[in-house]
């Protein structure tokens, strides 16, 4: 009769057990940490019915002796996309608000990566000190997204 194992150490070590490759899983966002949504999937799900759908979403960019109006790419739950008239440098400290629907969300960002787009430039940003309200708002946006 076989004795039963009631807990975790009563299982046998796996000593010696090599195997012979390195598992790494795939990830479907490649280098990204976080999925993105873009901007026009932003209009459905945050426009209601009967409802026109705006053709960008403004995100107002500000620092130190610096203000301009850019338009929402895309946005994910460690950052933003913003398409701008002005090149930014990389490393620089932001702060930027926009409405996502009736949602104010304001937050203070670095700039990560700019590259030109006809003439134009989308710049990276990552969010730092986030308020956990506002990540569970795009947390929320970013999981009804998936199920369109």
């Known amino acids: 009769m076989k004795k039963e194992i009631t807990g975790w150490n009563q299982i046998p070590s796996l000593q010696d057990l090599e195997v012979d490759w390195q598992f790494e899983p795939e990830n479907p966002l490649g280098k990204r940490d976080w999925p ?8 459905e799900i945050l426009t209601f019915k009967n409802a026109p759908a705006r053709e960008s979403i403004p995100v107002k960019v500000v620092a130190k002796g610096f203000e301009e109006t850019g338009y929402l790419m895309d946005i994910a739950q460690g950052g933003i996309a913003v398409l701008m008239d ?63």
Request: aromatic fraction near 12%.
């Open 36 to 43: 993105r949504i873009p901007c026009n999937d932003l209009h």
């Open 86 to 148: 002005t090149k930014l440098n990389q490393g620089q400290l932001l702060r930027v608000g926009l409405f996502l629907g009736k949602y104010k969300l304001i937050a203070k960002v670095v700039t990560r990566n700019v590259r030109n787009v006809d003439f134009r430039f989308v710049c990276g940003m990552e969010f730092l000190e986030l308020d956990k309200e506002s990540k569970d708002y795009i947390a929320g946006i970013v999981s009804s997204q998936m199920w369109f």
